[in-house]
C-alpha cells in the first residue's frame, strides 16, 4: 500500500438503502460517473451489499455501499435484507433512496438509522419520470422520516450537485481526526520501533504503522523508525532523546526498560483504540483482566481475516499471556472479520484487535454492544500493557 493510498477503513462509509428498484444503483453510478452497480429492471438485482471506493468532490475519499432492497421476501430476501441491515453498523452517513409511491418502508428505516445515531438524508429519485415535482410531495417526505429531501434524476443527472454537497454536510465531526493526537506535534521527533515478524511479510508494513507514519509525517514530524534489535543504536545516533516512541505492543516491555525518562511511551495498537473506539471504556474494561479466574470466559475478535500464522497475537499470544496469569482452564474463543456474537453476556472480556481494517463507525457498534450489554470491552494495546504491569506508564492520545 502506497502513503498516499486511502484504505477502506479511512474511508467515509455512505450507504444506500431503499426498496428494490427505486434505483440505488443508478444512483451509485450517476454519483461517481461510473458503471460501478449492475443496473437491471429485475427486482433483486443487488443481493449482497456492494462496496465501491471513490473520490467525491466535496466529501473527499469514501466508500458508497450499495445494499439490496429491503422490502426483498422469501427466505433468501430476509437473508439478504439482515444482510442490509448489518450495514447500518458500517454507515457514516446514510442515503434512504424513494420514488415516493409508498413510505411505509422507509419510514421504519429511518427509525433504524435514527436509533442507530447515523445522520441520513432521504433522496426522491427518478423526478424525470413525474409529471411535476411538488412541494407537497417533498414536505411529506421530509415530514414522514424525518430528514432532508433531494430530488434526483439518477438518468439525467438533476439534483446530483445538491446531493454531493448535503452529504458532506452530514459528515461527523470526528471524520478527520489525528492518529497520534495531542501526543505528537510539528517538529517533535518520534521514534517507531517496529518489529519485522510473520505478521509483517517481507517488503511490507502492517497498515496501522504505515498510517502512523503518515500522520506524523502530515503533522511535519521527524520520523524515526527502528526495529526492536536496534533501539539502543538508534537512541545514541540521535542528539537529543524523541518526543515519543511508538512500539508494537509485544515488545512493551522491552522498549519501556530502554526508553529514555523524557520520552512518551504509547503503541500503535493503543493509538488505533482512541482512533477507532473509545478509549476510557477500553482503559476501565482492561482492569476486568484482574477479575479473570479459571471458569472466566474471554472472547478475541479480530477486524482480519487472515489465515492464522505462527505466533498470531491475537490467536495465540495473548491467550497464552492470560493462561499464564489465570491458569490453563481459561476458556478463549475467537472471531474473525465481521463475524461477531449477538450476545456476548456470557464472556467475561472482549479483548478487540486495533480495528485498522474497520472503520470507526463499526467499531463504535461493537462497543455500544458490549456496553449495553455490561461486557467490559478492551483492545490487543491496552490490554498487554495492563497484563505487563505498564499501562499507567503509557501515554494515552
Known amino acids: 500500500m502506497g502513503l498516499n493510498s486511502t484504505p477502506h477503513s479511512e474511508r467515509l462509509h455512505i450507504a444506500l438503502f431503499g426498496r428494490r428498484n427505486v434505483g440505488k444503483s443508478s444512483l451509485i453510478n450517476a454519483l461517481t460517473g461510473q458503471q460501478v452497480a449492475l443496473v437491471s429492471d429485475v427486482p433483486g438485482t443487488t443481493t449482497d451489499p456492494v462496496l465501491k471506493a471513490m473520490e467525491i468532490s466535496p466529501i473527499g475519499p469514501c466508500v458508497l455501499i450499495d445494499t439490496a432492497g429491503f422490502d426483498d421476501s422469501g427466505s433468501v430476501g430476509e437473508l439478504r435484507a439482515q444482510r442490509t441491515r448489518e450495514v447500518i453498523k458500517q454507515a457514516d452517513i446514510a442515503v434512504i433512496v424513494t420514488d415516493g409511491t409508498t413510505l411505509e418502508q422507509e419510514s421504519a428505516w429511518a427509525r433504524q438509522l435514527k436509533q442507530a445515531n447515523v445522520p441520513f438524508l432521504a433522496v426522491l429519485n427518478k423526478i ?43 459528515i461527523p465531526d470526528d471524520d478527520d481526526q489525528s492518529l497520534t493526537g495531542e501526543l505528537a506535534h510539528p517538529g517533535d521527533t518520534v521514534m517507531l520501533v517496529m518489529p519485522q515478524d510473520p505478521q509483517a511479510p517481507k517488503g511490507r508494513l502492517i497498515l496501522p504503522q504505515v498510517q502512523t507514519l503518515r500522520d506524523l509525517l502530515d503533522k511535519g514530524c521527524i520520523a524515526v523508525c527502528t526495529t526492536t534489535d536496534d533501539i539502543d543504536r538508534t537512541l545514541a545516533s540521535l542528539r537529543e532523546p524523541p518526543h515519543l516512541i511508538i512500539t508494537d505492543s509485544q515488545v512493551f516491555d522491552i522498549v519501556e526498560k530502554k526508553k529514555p525518562e523524557a520520552s512518551l511511551l504509547t503503541s500503535f495498537s493503543v493509538l488505533m483504540a482512541a482512533h477507532k473506539g473509545e478509549m476510557r471504556f477500553f482503559v476501565r474494561s482492561a482492569m476486568a483482566i484482574d477479575r479473570l479466574n479459571r471458569q472466566s470466559r474471554v472472547l478475541i475478535a479480530e477486524a482480519c ?40 453476556t456470557s464472556y467475561d472480556l472482549v479483548i478487540h484487535c486495533g480495528a485498522c481494517m474497520f472503520n470507526r463507525r463499526f467499531m463504535l457498534s461493537r462497543v455500544d454492544q458490549c456496553r449495553r450489554q455490561g461486557t467490559p470491552m478492551t483492545n490487543y494495546g491496552i490490554a498487554i500493557a495492563h497484563i505487563k504491569g505498564i499501562l499507567t506508564k503509557v501515554s494515552l492520545p
Open 128 to 170: 424525470d419520470l413525474m409529471a411535476e415535482v411538488s412541494s407537497t410531495l417533498l414536505d411529506a417526505i421530509a415530514k414522514r422520516l424525518g430528514s432532508e429531501v433531494v430530488a434526483v434524476s439518477a438518468l439525467q443527472g438533476t439534483g446530483l450537485d445538491l446531493l454531493r454537497q448535503t452529504m458532506a454536510r452530514l
Open 305 to 344: 481475516t487472515h489465515a492464522p500464522l505462527a505466533e498470531d497475537i491475537g490467536r495465540e499470544k495473548i491467550p497464552r499471556m492470560l493462561r499464564q496469569r489465570v491458569g490453563e482452564e481459561l476458556t478463549v474463543d475467537i472471531v474473525a472479520g465481521k463475524d461477531f456474537p449477538d450476545d456476548v
